[in-house]
């Protein structure tokens, strides 16, 4: 600990590749996952989908057995927020799903989610999720161009706010993370503008970012299974999630095949490899 807030775990190259390892892995069980989630589909179904990818390249999940959770990933169906467990509910027409997994590589963690929207597609919930992915874009590209990790919770926040049409909600009970030796650590990262800028940006920094968002109000009930988080409203809500390095000689996304460089172009940011 330092002056009250808890120590931030700086990697080195090596081990920074060593989680892009593990990114890589999860890429692909996500791949397998987000293809498999069709109606009358399982979210249990879609966990065995997943837990096989990480099983073949003989890498382990890092949600399973965390704090006793039961599975491999999250599996978030319409109003559930965060957390989902995979179990017996099958995936109808329309359903949005937030897939939530992690995987290690000779210890060291990645941490990634996507939505789909399974069959039929609201518009609703298709600009709900498009608006989600492009904020997590904005705050990774933030953290490439930023000082200060609180940089990445005003680009998230400012783009939200600006989009045009009904107004989405940034939860705020649930944050993004470091990542490294461990899936949840130093520093939390928040989704919205606060006057706290948060530590220095510099190497060795690696961060899950993770927006979610509501198409309601941003109040949220964990369910009696002390796992399954929820709107109180009832509206459909997103997550979208990669994790991040930063390194001397700028950042690459640890969970993207091509280290993001696709969708940061956009911004102006070129990923570059983690050295050797």
């Given at each position: 600990?330092?002056?009250?807030?808890?120590?931030?775990?700086?990697?080195?190259?090596?081990?920074?590749?060593?989680?892009?390892?593990?990114?890589?892995?999860?890429?692909?069980?996500?791949?397998?996952?987000?293809?498999?989630?069709?109606?009358?589909?399982?979210?249990?179904?879609?966990?065995?989908?997943?837990?096989?990818?990480?099983?073949?390249?003989?890498?382990?999940?890092?949600?399973?057995?965390?704090?006793?959770?039961?599975?491999?990933?999250?599996?978030?169906?319409?109003?559930?927020?965060?957390h989902g467990i995979p179990g017996d509910r099958v995936l109808q027409d329309g359903d949005i799903i937030s897939i939530d997994g992690g995987a290690i590589v000779d210890g060291w963690h990645s941490d990634s989610a996507r939505t789909v929207i399974v069959g039929t597609v609201d518009p609703e919930d298709q600009r709900l999720s498009d608006?989600?992915?492009?904020?997590?874009?904005?705050?990774?590209?933030?953290?490439?161009?930023?000082?200060?990790?609180?940089?990445?919770?005003?680009?998230?926040?400012?783009?939200?706010?600006?989009?045009?049409?009904?107004?989405?909600?940034?939860?705020?009970?649930?944050?993004?993370?470091?990542?490294?030796?461990?899936?949840?650590?130093?520093?939390?990262?928040?989704?919205?503008?606060?006057?706290h800028r948060g530590p220095k940006i510099r190497p060795g920094l690696c961060l899950a970012i993770e927006p979610m968002l509501v198409r309601g109000g941003i109040e949220t009930a964990t369910?009696?299974?002390?796992?399954?988080?929820?709107?109180?409203?009832?509206?459909?809500?997103?997550?979208?999630?990669?994790?991040?390095?930063?390194?001397?000689?700028?950042?690459?996304?640890?969970?993207?095949?091509?280290?993001?460089?696709?969708?940061?172009?956009?911004?102006?940011?070129?990923?570059?490899?983690?050295?050797?």
């Amino acid at each position: 600990m330092a002056f009250g807030q808890p120590r931030i775990e700086y990697k080195s190259n090596q081990q920074m590749r060593k989680m892009h390892e593990a990114g890589l892995v999860l890429s692909r069980a996500l791949d397998a996952a987000v293809a498999a989630a069709k109606p009358g589909v399982s979210t249990r179904e879609l966990d065995a989908v997943f837990a096989a990818v990480l099983n073949d390249a003989g890498a382990k999940s890092n949600f399973l057995g965390y704090h006793g959770f039961p599975a491999t990933i999250c599996a978030s169906v319409n109003e559930e927020v965060v957390h989902g467990i995979p179990g017996d509910r099958v995936l109808q027409d329309g359903d949005i799903i937030s897939i939530d997994g992690g995987a290690i590589v000779d210890g060291w963690h990645s941490d990634s989610a996507r939505t789909v929207i399974v069959g039929t597609v609201d518009p609703e919930d298709q600009r709900l999720s498009d608006v989600t992915e492009e904020a997590m874009w904005r705050g990774i590209a933030a953290l490439a161009k930023g000082k200060f990790v609180g940089d990445i919770g005003n680009a998230i926040d400012d783009y939200v706010s600006a989009v045009p049409g009904k107004p989405l909600g940034i939860l705020e009970d649930y944050v993004g993370h470091g990542i490294g030796s461990e899936m949840h650590m130093a520093p939390d990262v928040l989704n919205y503008r606060t006057g706290h800028r948060g530590p220095k940006i510099r190497p060795g920094l690696c961060l899950a970012i993770e927006p979610m968002l509501v198409r309601g109000g941003i109040e949220t009930a964990t369910l009696e299974d002390d796992w399954t988080v929820v709107t109180t409203d009832g509206q459909r809500s997103c997550q979208w999630e990669h994790s991040v390095a930063v390194h001397e000689k700028g950042i690459w996304v640890l969970s993207a095949p091509d280290g993001g460089a696709e969708r940061l172009a956009q911004f102006g940011v070129t990923p570059v490899p983690i050295p050797a």
